[in-house]
């Protein structure tokens, strides 16, 4: 009798993992939360619903082909609360042409002054969306040149050197030559403070103090420190 006590959980461990291997070589077996295993992939304005684990295929198809929120009607506004920072939902008037571009370059001015607080934060946005290309001082040798081996863009303080900001804002929003549209990844705020910091690339004094493009990097790095602590 002693035995059998022993024997017995030894027996029923055997039995669960027994139990747990399925017939086909692709069977997980017995599954312990399947919503864990069979998490659906979540996309934009989409009802996802029940979960057709549960409720079957049919009843999820049709609930995806169902918006769950409506998209902006055409020609709206998006409102924004702050009254200062409204225009910068306005739409764009300029058209994505050559005709389109040289008006901006033209026309197209920074709505707010180019500051060092402004800089410093369009380094950060500069680090994280365009150093890969242009590189650390615009010279176009980022890792997608130096190591995808893809064509360099222009250097900033040659080439670019003389390029309004209004062209550049022009560029970032539905792209110029290689480089793609960023009008998804930049709001129109974020694509003005870029441009104050890739005119410092371009050479443009800081303010008081001028000297090589390193030399006012590293005073935007310092600037930076700054404000963060």
């Known amino acids: 009798m002693k035995q059998l006590l022993h024997i017995a959980p030894a027996g029923i461990i055997l039995v669960l993992m027994l139990s747990a291997c399925g017939g086909e070589d692709q069977s997980p077996g017995i599954e312990y939360m399947p919503d864990m295993y069979r998490s659906p992939a979540i996309e934009a304005y989409v009802d996802y619903g029940q979960d057709p684990y549960y409720f079957g295929d049919s009843l999820a198809r049709q609930q995806r082909r169902t918006l769950s929120a409506r998209k902006p009607v055409q020609g709206t506004v998006v409102f924004n609360s702050d009254t200062a920072k409204a225009h910068f939902n306005f739409p764009y008037p300029y058209d994505n042409t050559s005709e389109g571009y040289e008006l901006a370059g033209v026309e197209l001015k920074s709505p707010f002054e180019r500051t060092e607080e402004s800089i410093a934060e369009g380094k950060d946005i500069y680090q994280k969306f365009c150093i890969h290309c242009h590189g650390k001082t615009g010279q176009g040798d980022g890792s ?42 930049l709001n129109k705020e974020e694509r ?7 005119q410092v690339l371009q050479g443009h004094e800081l303010g008081a103090n001028s000297g090589t493009i390193e030399e006012m990097v590293q005073e935007v790095e310092l600037v930076e420190e700054e404000h963060i602590n």
């Open 192 to 198: 003005w403070k870029v441009i104050h910091y890739v």
């Open 144 to 185: 997608v040149v130096s190591v995808g081996g893809h064509p360099p863009p222009n250097a900033y303080d040659k080439q670019l050197k003389d390029l309004s900001e209004g062209k550049m804002f022009h560029s970032i929003t539905y792209g110029k030559g290689v480089m793609g549209s960023h009008a998804s990844q």
